[in-house]
């Protein structure tokens, strides 16, 4: 963890990475990251070259339909506006803005908001 | 003019009745006028599904060879009350599980009753002559119950105060998360098709009504607990038979680091008898007003920060304080609406009729607050003096004062007498093994948490535990330390109340 692996895979490919999450402690660090999808292979090799366990992931957070009740408690804790009330006051979900803080799965009152593992 | 509840039951019988829901009513009224759409509609069917906290069942669970006297009683866990007679007792909606905490408590089991699951009884009694057995187990599910009737004390509010967090950290709430220094606001009620909004002076709800709860016919049986009309908090008192309920309209839910709740999901239908009724109906949800309260805030008078409207929170955005702040709903209105029409649909099909109170619920009320024996002591009753330190003394120093006052925090104070952060005897003994002895500027605590000498001691000890620390300066407006509040003392202090 010595070397700046994310600075040396942006210079390698020349993708625009943004960093959405990132965690480091004195043992690991994890970091979540939005890539364009073209880059999105080339990115990943770079990092797997380097020795890091990519994942990628394409639906972060897991929609259970049967036990939303369409309230919307996730619309407002949201950072990033993946949850909006439809003109019905049903809740639409557009999960490519997904950062994973995972605030939505503790304020749903319903359990209808999993990450991908649970 | 004015029609009867007979007619309109005729109506429903015959088939012509003429029913709309509460927000179409809205409408039609603005298009009409009240007299017209007061001649043209029958009934407007109100909804709401939202967490309802105050609710329960009611169970019998038929005796036992030998028979049982039942002192203590749990369903999956979770403890139900059985000071009643032999076999019966109540499972109330927030009781949680002994084994699963926060995850699993009444309305979970109230819920899977309904889904028709396997539900785990275990009892214990005083044996007597009469009921010699000592304790059962037994797995049944809602048909091995003689009878399951729900009955909620305090259902369907007129509406609800809005939520908000005034402090730095996320307080979990019976409203749901609530961000730091205003990062959201969740409110509650279905608005323009609130029940009691929409008969507000109680002519047609009452004891009797006869109402849609949670997919069966049920009944009000009074006002509910907390019952405050002329502030407009009226509530209801509703009770049904569980076994003709559905999971479609009855949800368990877990409010995170809050508890559980029931989300209950009812239906008021509305016999449109004469003109003030249809006009009553007409109400949106611009004109029904609530009051953002700060959470933040642990007393029972919370500040109230601003009167908005339901058509503002349902904006998605409302300003505090010149801060644009997202709004979200705990209650879900699109479920209200699916309650108001299928009970709609029923009464057009002939399945539900009306029927009118047999008696009126109070419209005057005074809600008391809890007369308590003793007072909470305040921080400033238990606080003790605080020795205070510059941060420029060497820890050498501070480990003098620690040892010779037997102390364990030493709050740091500036110049000018301000407090800027705490050191505590771990912080020195850590810096003496790491040979930090210089000044107590590279080592103390900045952001120090504290407390104010007029709260009560209940918040203090709140925080000692959400911070994991133990112990809390008092400071005064200044920010001059005032005294000492440390775990020790408060649990010396709790350990006698």
């Known amino acids: 963890m010595e070397d700046p692996l994310l600075a040396d895979v942006v210079l390698e490919t020349g993708v625009r990475i943004n960093i959405d999450r990132a965690f480091v402690d004195a043992y690991s660090g994890e970091i979540v990251i939005d890539v364009p999808d073209e880059g999105v292979e080339q990115v990943a090799a770079a990092f797997r070259r380097r020795g890091t366990e990519v994942r990628e992931m394409d639906t972060p957070i897991i929609f259970d339909e049967a036990e939303c009740v369409q309230c919307g408690a996730c619309v407002s804790v949201c950072p990033v506006e993946v949850f909006e009330y439809k003109n019905d006051r049903t809740i639409s979900i557009n999960l490519k803005r997904c950062v994973l803080c995972k605030t939505c799965i503790t304020m749903c009152p319903h359990g209808a908001l999993k990450t991908a593992e649970e | ?330 209650s879900s209105f699109f479920k209200a609406k699916e309650i108001a029409t299928e009970l709609a649909a029923r009464i057009q099909r002939g399945a539900f009729e009306l029927a009118l109170p047999t008696a009126r619920l109070p419209q005057q009320a005074t809600l008391k607050p809890m007369k308590q024996l003793s007072a909470v002591p305040l921080v400033r009753e238990v606080m003790l003096p605080s020795i205070t330190v510059r941060e420029a003394i060497s820890v050498q120093e501070a480990a003098k004062i620690i040892i010779g006052k037997q102390i364990n925090h030493l709050p740091v104070i500036s110049a000018s007498n301000k407090l800027i952060g705490i050191v505590t005897a771990y912080d020195i003994s850590k810096a003496v093994a790491l040979n930090k002895g210089d000044s107590l500027k590279g080592i103390m605590t900045r952001r120090v948490v504290t407390a104010t000498p007029d709260e009560p001691i209940d918040l203090a000890a709140r925080r000692l535990e959400r911070h994991n620390i133990s112990a809390l300066p008092v400071i005064d407006q200044a920010n001059t330390v005032i005294g000492i509040i440390t775990s020790e003392d408060l649990s010396k202090l709790l350990a006698c109340r």
């Open chain 2, 1 to 330: 003019m004015p029609k009867s509840l007979e007619e309109i039951n005729e109506r429903i019988r015959d088939g012509s009745v003429h029913v709309v829901t509460a927000d179409e009513m809205t409408a039609l009224v603005g298009e009409l006028g009240s007299e017209n759409a007061a001649r043209e509609v029958d009934v407007v069917t109100t909804g709401t599904f939202g967490a309802m906290c105050s609710s329960g069942v009611w169970m019998n669970f038929g005796h036992s060879d030998p028979p049982i006297k039942m002192s203590q009683v749990w369903l999956n866990d979770v403890e139900a009350y059985a000071g009643v007679a032999a076999v019966d007792a109540f499972i109330g909606a927030t009781q949680l599980s002994e084994t699963r905490g926060l995850e699993y408590g009444g309305a979970h089991v109230i819920e899977d009753l309904v889904a028709h699951k396997e539900v785990y009884l275990k009892a214990v009694g005083y044996a007597t002559d009469c009921y010699p057995r000592r304790s059962v187990e037994a797995s049944i599910s809602i048909g091995d119950l003689n009878e399951a009737t729900m009955l909620n004390p305090r259902n369907a509010y007129q509406r609800y105060n809005v939520a908000t967090n005034s402090t730095d950290r996320v307080l979990y709430t019976y409203m749901g998360a609530l961000l730091p220094r205003f990062g959201n606001a969740t409110y509650s009620g279905s608005g323009t098709l609130s029940p009691i909004y929409n008969d507000p002076d109680y002519e047609t709800i009452g004891v009797g009504t006869r109402i849609f709860l949670c997919g069966a016919q049920g009944y009000v049986v009074g006002n509910g607990t907390q019952h405050d009309p002329a502030n407009s908090f009226g509530t209801l008192m509703v009770c049904g038979d569980l076994k003709a309920m559905s999971t479609d309209y009855l949800r368990a839910a877990i409010l995170h680091k809050y508890g559980t709740s029931l989300y209950v999901g009812i239906g008021v239908p509305i016999p449109v008898l004469n003109e003030g009724i249809a006009r009553k109906t007409a109400i949106s949800d611009a004109d029904i007003k609530t009051t953002v309260l700060d959470y933040g805030v642990g007393r029972r008078s919370r500040p109230q920060l601003k009167t908005i409207n339901y058509e503002e929170l349902k904006s998605g955005m409302i300003d505090l304080n010149g801060k644009e702040v997202r709004t979200s709903s705990m």
